[in-house]
Nanobody
Framework: QVQMVESGGGVVQAGGSLRLSCVAS????????MGWYRQAPGEEREFVAM??????????DYDDFAKDRFTISRDNAGNATYLEMNSLKPEDTAIYYC????????????WGQGTQVTVSS
């Protein structure tokens, strides 16, 4: 079992920045994928960014809307991920969820409780 604690959400004006944090515990996390999804009111949950474990180290993936404004990072121990969000827009308003994906014969996904990000115009 994996537990995650997210923090860093809040209210910010358009053009501002926020940094989300997710700290996970409960098992070895160095060789798992960790990242972020978001869900706006009335919308489906969508992918934001992910750090993926490889034998050569972590790689990062972003959805198109996040590529130029968001930066995802991972700590060396592998148990925390951070999402630096810049130039925020009102359409970035959503609940942001930390996600842990454990690969294997039976992949398992874990979700954090979410942190609210509100961008005012």
């Amino acid at each position: 079992q994996v537990q995650m604690v997210e923090s860093g959400g809040g209210v910010v004006q358009a053009g501002g920045s926020l940094r989300l944090s997710c700290v996970a515990s409960g098992r070895t996390l160095v060789n798992v994928d960790m990242g972020w999804y978001r869900q706006a009111p009335g919308e489906e949950r969508e992918f934001v960014a992910m750090t993926r474990w490889t034998w050569r180290g972590y790689t990062s993936d972003y959805d198109d809307f996040a590529k130029d404004r968001f930066t995802i990072s991972r700590d060396n121990a592998g148990n925390a991920t951070y999402l630096e969000m810049n130039s925020l827009k009102p359409e970035d308003t959503a609940i942001y969820y930390c996600s842990v994906h454990v690969p294997g014969p039976v992949p398992v996904n874990y979700w954090g409780q979410g942190t609210q990000v509100t961008v005012s115009s």
